[in-house]
């Protein structure tokens, strides 16, 4: 390790099924013990920021030093009792929040703090206050007798409901048998990993549902039948979810109205940057009929290419263009006019090579400092290896010409494994905040980590990442270094706390340097001959970056239109609202591709956890906030993306903030002006 000695030891990740449990009923019983001294000692006529507040933060921050850790291990641990006690413990937690978020006590006394805001409290304290008001109001505390009970069994049973949901995905684990014959035309190295076995005398393929199966799959299986039945199937993988879907949209709507909201979107929108339904509705309809030509369009030429390729291999070509036709063609289409060969760029992208050059990239952007924490002998579990033997530990720590600082530690874990998380995310470990809020040198400092699915290395090769692979990376540490350079007064404001349509906006922003030429070449080095990405090869993969934009975008609307839509019930008419036929038929008119016909084919809002936790009536963000990430990024760095000074400007007006001011304020503050939607229209190609 560095010379350098940083304030605080990395987390450690030691805990039994048993200590887990146990830990986590001491943090829940040491927080709910504190709570009960505070209603105590202090009544709303002698409640001040200092006697009430300043506890109730402390206890907040207490809290996380733990807490996201013990929930952590469900994603991430080799060992199912593990993964199942953290599972049980995000219970417990999320049920003890709720019990604590509903204390009438509690509620009365920051109440009297509101009521009688002192004037003398930093900004960040102020909005504490508020925030802390505003959530016991949003727990139903104005709500008496009756509604009151029912509106705490609803966020009960809604809580269970999430997590069983969760498990369901991550536990998931599905697939099909097929003969080499049926996977031909998928790279051979993605058929290598897969479990084989002697099935009925010939040699079967076990292909799962997880990402490096299944998307090579989609994209190179030149049977439409396979795809077909993948597709398909990973749409139904989790039938339990559908139940558990279906009785969320409906209890959401029924809180909601018991708050006095229309719908669990009004709920929900109040507290983010859009505020209404209305104005996502708007929004997310506005470019609906900005793409929807556009994506007509694509879908038209598309066929054409499905049509000659169909009819060279002398099949009768049916006329459709399918659901699990598109990413087989749109890859071909990049394959054959932008001479894009996915497979060809990944080998110039091994995985650490790309890794070291993107934390390159942004200590020279963000004044900081990356240190790989090495212990050849540190066990698996300690800090300083993380909880697997493939995680990677960082020391990060500002650069010296900014003070040279501790900021705190970043874990990367990035392969697939039973019973891993399936997706790419950034998960805090441990929230940064000032143990004493007066001192600046009192800060405790942030974890972070990152968890994706990159195939991992083979025999004759390193692992390899696809350029949307390389995206990715990018996106999540994104959201990483959001968490990492936060310097907030309270725990609850830390890091990627924004307001859920603005959090993207950082991540979005970051991916723009994967598709700038210099930033290219720096990220490259072929695995065998160590040469930069080749010009040629730059110039078409930049050509191709808005190929079948429309239809992606699209896509996303899909997901916006479906959230909205299942989040704004009208009952009684809305009880008997199917959620797989409103999913599957919103899709075929929004993207404008072909299904099957039977409605109910698949149930893909089973599939993916957005619209369950935390997502919910908050997808249209992912697009919302691109209209900051790209105003952001043409103002700031368009011309030149290692600009340092807007580097560190960023980092200062915009990361560092975290939730701690209004979004918009920080939003302004970079960009020295109110954002606008220009870039953002330009970047889709759609000018008018
Ligand atoms: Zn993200």
Redesign the pocket.
């Known amino acids: 390790m560095s010379a350098f000695k940083a304030p605080q030891r990395p987390p450690t990740f030691l805990h039994s099924p048993e200590s887990l449990l146990g830990d986590t009923k001491d943090l829940i019983e040491k927080s709910r013990s504190r709570l009960d001294l505070l209603a105590k000692a202090i009544t709303p006529e002698t409640a001040t920021f200092d006697n009430v507040i300043a506890p109730l933060a402390a206890d907040e921050n207490d809290m996380g030093l733990l807490s996201h850790i013990l929930g952590f291990y469900q994603y991430v641990s080799t060992d199912a009792k593990i993964r199942e006690a953290s599972s049980q413990a995000d219970k417990l937690m999320s049920e003890y929040s709720i019990e604590a978020g509903m204390r009438e006590d509690i509620f009365k006394l920051v109440n009297a703090v509101y009521k009688s805001m002192p004037g003398d409290i930093s900004p960040e304290g102020k909005r504490l206050v508020e925030k802390l008001n505003k959530d016991f109001i949003r727990m139903g505390l104005e709500l008496e007798g009756d509604k009151r009970e029912r509106f705490k069994e609803i966020k009960k049973e809604l809580s269970i409901l999430s997590i069983d949901f969760s498990k369901t995905l991550n536990e998931e684990n599905g697939g099909n048998w097929f003969t080499e014959a049926e996977l031909k035309g998928v790279p051979k190295d993605v058929i290598d990993i897969l479990k084989a076995e002697e099935k009925d005398g010939e040699k079967k393929y076990f292909l799962t549902y997880k990402y490096p199966d299944l998307f090579p799959t989609l994209k190179f299986d030149v049977n439409a039948a396979v795809r077909k039945q993948v597709f398909i199937g990973n749409e139904n993988k989790c039938p339990e979810n559908l139940e558990r879907f279906d009785k969320t949209i409906r209890l959401r709507h029924e809180k909601a109205q018991l708050l006095g909201y229309p719908s669990h979107a009004a709920f929900v929108l109040e507290e983010k940057m859009a505020k209404l339904p209305k104005t996502v509705r708007t929004f997310l309809g506005d470019l609906r009929a900005k793409l929807t030509e556009g994506g007509r369009q694509e879908v038209k030429k598309l066929k054409g290419l499905k049509q000659s390729d169909t009819e060279a291999t002398g099949l009768e070509f049916d006329d459709k263009y399918y659901l699990w036709d598109h990413r087989f063609y749109d890859r071909l289409m990049r394959e054959k006019e932008y001479s894009i060969d996915e497979n060809k760029i990944a080998e110039y992208f091994p995985l650490q090579k790309c890794v070291d050059g993107m934390l390159a990239i942004f200590e020279k952007l963000f004044g900081l400092k990356f240190i790989q924490v090495a212990e050849e002998d540190a066990k698996v579990g300690t800090g300083e290896r993380g909880w697997h033997e493939d995680c990677k530990v960082y020391l990060v720590k500002d650069e010296e010409e900014l003070g040279g600082e501790f900021v705190g530690y970043l874990y990367l874990d990035l392969h697939p494994r039973d019973g891993k998380y399936g997706h790419a995310a950034n998960f805090n470990l441990i929230p940064g905040f000032l143990r004493e809020p007066g001192n600046s040198t009192s800060r405790n400092y942030p974890s972070t980590a990152l968890v994706c699915n990159f195939s991992k290395p083979t025999p004759s090769k390193p692992s390899l990442l696809k350029h949307d692979e390389v995206v990715t990376l990018f996106?999540e540490l994104g959201?990483g270094i959001h968490d990492l350079v936060s310097r907030t007064i309270y725990s609850r404001f830390h890091g990627t706390n924004t307001v859920g349509d603005f959090v993207?906006a950082p991540?979005q922003m970051l991916e723009n340097w994967t598709w700038e030429p210099k930033q290219l070449k720096e990220l490259s080095s072929h695995y065998e001959t160590n040469q930069p990405l080749p010009d040629h090869l730059i110039d078409s993969l930049i050509a191709s970056k808005h190929v079948n934009d429309a239809l992606f975008n699209l896509r996303q609307l899909h997901f916006g239109i479906f959230d909205m839509r299942v989040h704004e019930l009208k009952m009684p008419e809305d009880q008997a609202l199917d959620s797989s036929v409103t999913y599957n038929e919103l899709r075929s008119e929004i993207a404008g591709l072909d299904g099957p016909s039977d409605p109910k084919f698949g149930q893909g809002q089973t599939t993916f956890g957005h619209l369950m936790g935390g997502y919910d009536a908050g997808y249209y963000g992912y697009l919302y906030s691109l209209v900051f990430a790209c105003d952001m990024y043409f103002t700031g760095f368009k011309k030149n993306p290692m600009d340092p000074k807007n580097g560190r400007r960023y980092r200062h007006e915009v990361l560092e903030k975290g939730g701690s001011r209004d979004e918009m304020e920080s939003l302004k503050a970079f960009l020295g002006r109110e954002p606008n939607s220009e870039a953002f229209f330009r970047e889709l190609g759609i000018t008018a």
């Open positions: 996106h959201h993207e991540s």
